[in-house]
């Protein structure tokens, strides 16, 4: 099983709001994930986020792939990356 962080997409039509997820690669954006890591929402003006950072970093260390939204979100936030 290929683990990936990725943004699932929550939130009203027009009213975007994300979740940043643990999810198998296989399955659909929005399906179940494994765990839920942190919160994105690009409505805000500047864009909010929170994360659990131990978490990340050990989903990292664990050899799962970052999707190119979560890895600027965790640039911005200064998150440790391997």
């Known amino acids: 099983m290929a683990v990936k962080l990725r943004l699932t997409r929550v939130g009203r039509k027009h009213l975007p ?3 940043i997820v643990a999810i198998d690669s ?3 954006r929005d399906g179940k994930p494994i765990e839920i890591l942190g919160n994105y929402s690009p409505i805000a003006d500047p864009p909010v ?3 659990r950072e131990e978490r ?3 989903w990292i260390s664990q050899g799962a792939e970052v999707s190119s939204k ?3 979100i965790l640039k911005k936030a200064k998150v440790q990356e391997q």
């Open 17 to 19: 709001y994300y979740r």
């Open 56 to 58: 990340i970093e050990y």
């Open 49 to 51: 986020w929170s994360l």
């Open 26 to 28: 296989r399955k659909a």
């Open 70 to 72: 979560v890895k600027a």
